[in-house]
């Protein structure tokens, strides 16, 4: 069963950097697709960037420019660099991940994200 344990959140004020990490446990035979939501008070949960099982990147075009996806396979790990915050960027961030099942001889990946971490607070103050 896959587990996303996420770390990194803190407040910053704007202008300033962050980075969060998200580490990946208990995928068998593949790896699925991963990404970051966030989540702001009072509005619903959205994708901030995501990242393919081959390799390519996505971004919502709030943060295009500004927050970097990036996995480090050797090390189980997602990160989510945030540089240039803002005050809209303040939410709780979610590691998500695809779920993976075996069919026809070989892990596969279901689509979307079935797999979420606990969440990590940030808050960027003006």
């Known amino acids: 069963q896959v587990q996303l344990v996420e770390s990194g959140g803190g407040s910053v004020q704007a202008g300033g950097s962050l980075k969060l990490a998200c580490v990946v446990s208990?995928?068998?035979?593949?790896?699925?697709?991963m990404g970051w939501y966030r989540q702001a008070p009072g509005k619903e949960r959205e994708l901030v960037s995501s990242i393919s099982s081959d390799g390519i990147t996505s971004y919502a075009d709030s943060v295009k420019g500004r927050f970097t996806i990036a996995q480090d396979n050797a090390k189980d790990t997602l990160y989510l660099q945030m540089n240039s915050l803002k005050t809209e960027d303040t939410a709780v961030y979610y590691c998500?991940?695809?779920?993976?099942?075996?069919?026809?001889?070989?892990?596969?990946?279901?689509?979307?994200?079935?797999?979420w971490g606990q969440g990590t607070q940030v808050t960027v103050s003006s």
């Open positions: 208990g995928y068998i035979g593949t790896r699925c697709a």
């Open positions: 998500a991940a695809g779920k993976e099942y075996y069919s026809l001889r070989r892990y596969r990946c279901e689509s979307g994200f079935g797999v």
